[in-house]
């Protein structure tokens, strides 16, 4: 857990550095290029808000993002803060393991094009939920996914929030409540008003400053060694206390079962993560949505292979040089700082306001693509679907939509506050781990298995989400660091083996064993639906 702790910034961050490269004219510089960035998120958002009228719009900008934007869209929302100061500063601590997770990030993306993509943007509309309940009992199966998927986003938005307000505190200098009220009311703002398209835009707009930096960053870096990454290699080894051991794995995850954990809580909770699969409702058809997976994939790609070379650089020209340590040689800002020292050593001061600018706007375009799949979910799974079944008009659906935002804002601000000291790290390891644990395998049975049953979905889904969140607590992390006993447990980090295991064996095992009338006629309306997909048709939603 130590590893995904570093992930989400929370570590070792103290507000020296604050004073120390955000202060005087860099601070102006910083906070400059923080108002320019918000007010063009404002404008976008204002630009945005006289297309947003009907339920498509506010949900999926009423399928109108071309591939290409739905692309760089994802990559926004996918690459997080965490990836450019988590990632470098695990690249600077443990050299080789740093890429690793780089490479467990990157490999979801084929997973969901291979098997996710087509059919969920043939049989959704809106949300995840329209897309497992397609052949299912439509209330349990919707109840199920849509609490699940609250849970998934609040966790995460969260973490979010928490690591925002220590962010903007630490680089702003900002009080860490008004930062969490900050970026509160900005996401309440975007997604309220704009919807789907403002957020689409606002992540278009981070990812191209953030890969922008990144590519910045990274070419300065390797200037310094005639653009040879070999040199810059032997240059870190050399430099680094384990020398020649950054260039081997072990010293993050030190057993099999947690880096297998790990590796499935990656790769496959990102296919269940809801923010991330409201994405492929907003383009036009099947082929758009595989598009969109490429180009996400090869703007994702490159943005980690620069954060790789980025990290190898903090080794050489920021772990040496005492400008960036305190007095007695603690580096100033904790580790997950490296990334945004290495941009004052090769850019000054105008370019550590810039990057500061790009880390901020990397927070508020996930919690605005969060806030939206969380509101949606309450007003178009649970009211419309569920509470209504069916009856909802759209204007009432948008009203629900937009009073869920403005609570997710509020209940946001108050558990960003409450949780300012919490351990961060294992809430967004259990995010993964129970999107991977219980979205994940209703969605992907849901989809392939015909004798799925809604009684074997919920109950295995909901296996799957209770045993996640249970061998958390139970872990060492938890267990031991959080609650003060002696020995854990469950003696590995990361759940996801036996959590998803448990889900996959619960959806089967309960399914196999329905033999009710409802059950029957959902196999029968499986085949049918696979017929008619056969033929052309469109399936029931």
């Given amino acids: 857990m130590k590893a995904l702790g570093a992930l989400i910034l929370l570590a070792a961050t ?12 860099s601070n102006g510089i910083a906070i400059c290029m923080f108002l320019l960035f918000v007010s063009a998120t404002l404008g976008i958002t204002r630009w945005a808000a006289r297309r947003n009228n009907t339920i498509a719009d506010h949900y999926t900008a009423g399928g109108r993002i071309s591939a290409l934007q739905n692309g760089w869209a994802i990559a926004g929302d996918y690459m997080s803060a965490a990836a450019l100061l988590g990632i470098s500063a695990l690249v600077f601590s443990s050299g080789y393991d740093g890429m690793i997770y780089s490479i467990g990030f990157l490999a979801s993306w084929p997973i969901i094009l291979l098997l996710i993509a087509e059919p969920l943007r043939n049989l959704g509309r809106f949300t995840l939920a329209d897309v497992v309940s397609y052949r299912l009992r439509q209330r349990p199966v919707r109840a199920f996914a849509a609490s699940s998927s609250i849970i998934i ?26 930062a969490v009220v900050l970026i509160g009311c900005l996401m309440v703002i975007h997604v ?20 922008a930096g990144c590519a910045f960053m990274a070419l300065m870096v390797l200037r310094q060694f005639d653009f040879s990454f070999d040199s810059l290699l ?3 080894v050399a430099v680094h206390p384990n020398h020649s051991g950054i260039l081997s794995p072990g010293g993050l995850v030190t057993d099999l079962v947690s880096a297998v954990s790990l590796g499935m809580a990656l790769i496959f909770g990102t296919a269940g993560l809801p923010h991330i699969l409201m994405r492929f409702f907003t383009v036009i058809d099947v082929q758009a949505a595989r598009k969109s997976i490429l180009h996400a994939t090869g703007v994702i790609g490159i943005g980690y292979a620069l954060i790789i070379v980025i990290g190898f650089g903090t080794i050489v020209l920021v772990s040496g040089d005492p400008a960036y340590h305190s007095a007695d040689g ?17 850019g000054g001061d105008l370019f550590l306001g810039f990057i500061c600018a790009v880390v901020f706007s990397t927070i508020l375009a996930v919690v605005a693509g969060l806030a939206l799949a969380g509101s949606s979910a309450v007003s178009h799974d649970l009211y419309a679907k569920v ?22 804002g509020v209940l946001s601000i108050f558990l960003g506050i409450a949780f300012e000291q919490q351990n961060i790290a294992f809430i967004v390891s259990l995010t993964f781990s129970i999107a991977a644990s219980s979205n994940f395998p209703v969605l992907l049975l849901s989809i392939y298995w ?17 045993c996640a969140v249970v061998l958390t607590v139970l872990s060492p992390t938890v267990w031991v660091n959080v609650l003060g006993h002696k020995q854990a447990v469950y003696p590995y ?38 017929i008619q997909s056969e033929l052309g048709a469109a399936p029931r939603l």
């Fill in 493 to 530: 980090e990361y759940p996801a083996l036996f959590s998803m295991l448990t889900a996959f064996i619960g959806i089967v095992l309960f399914s196999l064993m329905d033999r009710s009338e409802q059950a029957m006629q959902e196999r029968k309306d499986y085949e049918k639906q696979l």
């Fill in 387 to 408: 509470l209504r079944r069916g009856g909802a008009s759209e204007r009432e659906e948008l009203i629900v939509s937009r009073f869920t935002t403005l609570s997710l």
């Fill in 14 to 25: 103290t507000p020296t550095f604050a004073a120390t490269h955000v202060s005087g004219g």
């Fill in 192 to 211: 309220y008003f704009g919807g789907m398209l403002a957020t689409t835009w606002i992540q278009i707009v981070k990812a191209i400053l953030m890969l």
């Fill in 450 to 466: 015909k004798d799925l049953t809604t009684r074997g979905a919920v109950i295995g889904g909901s296996l799957g989400l209770l």
């Fill in 234 to 236: 032997r240059e870190a």
């Fill in 153 to 178: 986003v609040l966790l995460y938005l969260v973490s979010q929030m928490v690591a925002a307000g220590k962010l903007v505190e630490l680089l702003f200098g900002f009080d860490y409540k008004s």
């Fill in 330 to 346: 603690v580096l100033v800002g904790g580790t997950n700082m490296v990334a945004v020292h290495l941009a004052h050593a090769v």
